[in-house]
């Protein structure tokens, strides 16, 4: 699933070809992926202009004077800029046309989204989807006194903390167990055992593990493919996650693989405790 670097990589890659562009059209080819698509959304974006794209989490968000496109990629969705023209393949399901380019929504397993928030509605952020998102890991609001301040009473394990979003948003698998591995904490350790200093250490891991992850172009997951058509290759700099069995690069004792909620954990008992 591509996660927050995978999407903050696609909507820098985005941007340029968007930001100030007039959609002079909108196809859909299916009623909708993981929910309907809204069938009046050409009426609505014609002829009006891109404002600016944003990021909430996972979400990628094109803003218009009048509302604001929400675009989930899914399980294995990817959007690429195109030269107008380009014929579409069996699993291309949105485009939205800006002069002689468009922006392609392909999504082979269908649990991605291309949804609208009128302001009209309120701001975006209150959409149902964003509301009970949590804090963007790489903004000043995100701090470990707050991480700290908010797991007291969670005796949940810290990676599964992580993942749920509700305190820090676009954590995912692959980043929450490299951050961990980083900061030194054993991803079975109950959050409320975290002191304050360790989850200094954690905060710290989480934004250097995300930018690094966003300055190399997102994860080479197979379906994650960037929106100049390029994978990412955060992978090669793996420390932990994929390598059960293989000897630490710190330690040299052989990474442990365990799962915790139906998801892959992957970590170092020596140099996590």
Not at 221 to 241: E, H, T
Request: with cysteine; glycine share 10%.
């Amino acid at each position: 699933m591509p996660e927050l670097p995978e999407v903050e990589v696609t909507r820098r890659g985005v941007a340029p070809h968007l930001d100030g562009r007039v959609v002079t059209a909108v196809t859909f080819r299916h009623r909708g992926l993981r929910w309907p698509f809204p069938l009046d959304l050409p009426a609505l974006l014609v002829g009006r202009k891109v404002r600016g794209t944003g990021r909430r989490g996972k979400y990628l968000l094109l803003r218009f004077d009048h509302g604001t496109v929400i675009i989930h990629l899914g399980m294995s969705g990817h959007l690429r800029i195109l030269e107008l023209g380009v014929e579409p393949q069996k699993h291309d399901h949105f485009d939205l046309v800006v002069g002689r380019q468009l922006l392609r929504l392909t999504d082979p397993r269908r649990f991605g989204a291309v949804l609208w928030h009128a302001d009209a509605d309120g701001p975006v952020e209150q959409h149902v989807l964003l509301a009970g998102l949590g804090l963007e890991p790489l903004e000043d609001v995100f701090s470990a006194q707050i991480l700290f301040q908010k797991t007291r009473n969670r005796s949940a394990p810290i990676k599964q903390v992580l993942l749920a979003g509700d305190i820090v948003v676009g954590v995912g698998n692959i980043y929450a167990s490299e951050s961990l591995f980083r900061a030194g904490i054993n991803p079975k350790t109950q959050a409320h055992r975290i002191s304050l200093a360790r989850y200094e250490r954690l905060v710290d891991a989480i934004r250097i593990i995300l930018a690094a992850a966003i300055d190399k172009g997102g994860s080479t997951l197979r379906d994650f493919i960037g929106a100049d058509g390029q994978s990412g290759y955060f992978q090669q700099s793996y420390f932990v996650y994929d390598r059960a069995g293989l000897p630490c690069r710190n330690c040299g004792t052989l990474i442990t693989q365990i799962k915790q909620g139906q998801r892959s954990t992957f970590y170092c008992k020596k140099c996590q405790k």
